[in-house]
């Protein structure tokens, strides 16, 4: 397929998750990693989400802290779960990190995975589970609103089916008019497809085929076009787990090992929902390259390992020149 113009960028994921897995919070050795990844030529650094259905550290305090010690790579959240906030909070929140971040924001967003423990944190904070995804569209909309409420004649007032906010104007905007892109981290689902190619500038699924991310990114940018939006409006992402040792055997066995630590489940669980490579950095890279030809440009790495300061450097060396042949 190969429609989207430009290479491939990747990014890989700070390892807050991992951290809290192995028992320690420590911030040092996250803005190590962020100074290792850009110096090592990732395109981007990306930090997950979430109270306590998979605790870790928050990602917008650890974003604003790798702001500071990085220069070039792009920042961003996957996934972020803006109704674990209020609204307006994730609003002066987002908006104050772009400042932070010198505009080098970019936020996925999830509307929350379907688990039972994701059901809990939502009503541990008194958010509605139901309805999820209509209520982060909403919120969508409410920030946008808000980044742009100080602008000549834009609307300081917020009416949804939700949420109502008065004097949106008084909050400070984003370093970039209009805020920074806000991506939607989900499936292939018609309702999804339809969602990004309306509302969001960017796609970042985990899907675990190739051919079937081929098939609704082609399905994204028909409905893009039929609803007006122009050429380039959507970025094709992707999220995918990789670990990485030249014997495919021990790959696996690390992979289940962090798997069965992330989630309590088993890889072959996962792996049906899942984006996952394991074995060498080569078959790696190729699984993801399969990706690339399918239309993604930029690839957020997972690493699953518990330790995974060691495979950093290899897919740095091996997996990113390829992906970014694949895209030329």
């Not at 259905?53 to 604003?64: F, I, T």
């Not at 609704?216 to 893009?224: D, N, Q, S």
């Amino acid at each position: 397929m190969d429609t989207s113009p430009g290479p491939a960028r990747v990014g890989v994921l700070l390892p807050t998750r991992e951290q809290a897995i192995n028992g320690t919070f420590a911030a040092a050795p996250l803005l190590d990693f962020a100074r290792q990844a850009e110096q090592l030529g990732f395109d981007s650094l990306w930090a997950g989400d979430s109270l306590t259905a998979r605790p870790r550290l928050d990602p917008l305090v650890v974003l604003s802290a790798a702001a500071a010690v990085t220069s070039r790579v792009t920042l961003g959240t996957a996934a972020l779960t803006p109704a674990l906030r209020h609204p307006l909070t994730g609003a002066h929140q987002v908006a104050s990190l772009d400042h932070v971040a010198g505009a080098r924001l970019a936020l996925g967003l999830g509307s929350g995975f379907p688990m039972p423990e994701t059901e809990e944190e939502f009503a541990a904070v008194g958010a509605s589970f139901a309805g999820r995804a209509a209520r982060l569209d909403e919120i969508v909309t409410l920030w946008r609103q808000a980044w742009n409420a100080g602008q000549a004649g834009a609307q300081s007032d917020f009416e949804g089916r939700f949420w109502q906010a008065r004097g949106l104007e008084r909050l400070p905007a984003p370093q970039r008019t209009g805020g920074p892109p806000l991506w939607l981290a989900g499936s292939d689902t018609p309702r999804v497809l339809e969602r990004v190619a309306r509302h969001y500038d960017g796609w970042m699924p985990f899907l675990p085929s190739a051919v079937d991310y081929a098939a609704a990114w082609r399905r994204i940018t028909e409905l893009a076009a039929a609803a007006g939006r122009p050429a380039g409006a959507i970025t094709p992402a992707l999220y995918a787990t990789l670990t990485v040792n030249e014997d495919p055997a021990a790959a696996r066995a690390e992979l289940e090992h962090y798997i069965g630590h992330y989630y309590g489940r088993t890889l072959e669980q996962m792996a049906a929902v899942q984006a996952y490579a394991w074995g060498s950095a080569e078959s790696c890279a190729e699984a993801l390259a399969a990706y690339v030809r399918s239309g993604a440009r930029h690839l957020i790495i997972r690493i699953g390992s518990l330790d995974c300061a060691p495979q950093l450097k290899l897919i740095a060396d091996v997996v990113l020149p390829h992906l970014k042949e694949a895209s030329r």
